[in-house]
């Protein structure tokens, strides 16, 4: 079996400007000693980028952007390119949440779209995936679940997909404190590496990390990360405060 780095990562969302995005990253800095055997990356909005680089030179924390357009430059007046996230220090970018999805109709071809322009500036994506409350009741899950991921890997090669990462968020489990039990989201999981083995092959889907994002806290990391599966946590809400977060980082 492979052996895969656990990742925390934490989602700002639209929160923090740069003095309190200062404030966070040292208190966590303060609270996180330098870990080996786990990556951390927080993402703060695009305005925060260069202040929370500036303040984790130096640190094993690593930065990542929550978006990105898939040029590289042009007339895409409001947008953002991995080039220019790059060069602000970013190592990682989440792709297609369920908040761009739903808010900005964002659709599976832009996240493949997406999802191949981060690789080829050299960041990593954190591609999410997820059913809204509507599609678990149905009987939908695995089914959209399978969908989004195969869509948004759409003519990518093995080795593009051994280096990314995906998270499940399961749509009703964002912000709302009813967190995914961690059987569920084990039995997503294993359909999303399923998917991913189909796709490549046992080898590389074994490689790909995945993350469970969705009302992450401290008192329910453990039992999350238990599971098989479960590779990381994509942390919203709990990633602002800085015990909270890591806490979670130190999942046990
Ligand atoms: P939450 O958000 O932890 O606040 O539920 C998770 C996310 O949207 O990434």
């Not at 898939?70 to 007046?77: I, M, N, S, V």
């Not at 970018?93 to 191949?116: C, L, N, P």
């Not at 489990?173 to 046992?202: F, S, W």
């Not at 994509?234 to 980082?249: H, N, P, T, W």
């Amino acid at each position: 079996m492979a052996v895969r780095r656990p990742l925390i990562a934490g989602n700002w969302k639209m929160h923090c400007a740069r003095p309190e995005a200062e404030r966070l990253l040292l208190a966590l800095k303060g609270q996180i000693a330098d870990l080996t055997d786990r990556e951390v990356v927080v993402a703060p909005p695009f305005t925060a980028l260069e202040t929370a680089g500036r303040v984790l030179a130096g640190s094993s924390i690593r930065l990542g952007a929550q978006n990105l357009h898939w040029e590289p430059q042009g007339a895409f007046t409001g947008e953002v390119s991995g080039a220019m996230l790059k060069e602000l220090g970013c190592s990682h970018v989440i792709v297609g949440h369920s908040e761009r999805r739903q808010y900005f109709a964002e659709t599976d071809e832009q996240v493949a779209r997406k999802v191949k322009a981060a690789q080829r500036e050299g960041l990593i994506p954190i591609m999410c995936v997820g059913e809204t409350l509507e599609e678990r009741e149905r009987g939908d899950t695995l089914g959209v679940i399978r969908r989004q991921t195969q869509a948004g890997l759409q003519g990518q090669a093995k080795d593009a997909i051994a280096l990314l990462v995906i998270a499940y968020e399961p749509v009703w489990a964002i912000g709302t404190g009813r967190t995914a039990t961690p059987e569920q989201a084990q039995e997503v999981h294993t359909a999303i590496r399923a998917t991913l083995a189909a796709l490549t092959d046992q080898a590389t889907a074994a490689a790909v990390r995945i993350l469970y994002g969705g009302s992450v806290k401290a008192d329910n990391v453990d039992a999350l990360m238990a599971q098989a599966d479960i590779d990381g946590a994509l942390v919203g809400g709990a990633s602002l405060q800085a015990e909270a977060f890591a806490r979670i980082v130190q999942f046990r």
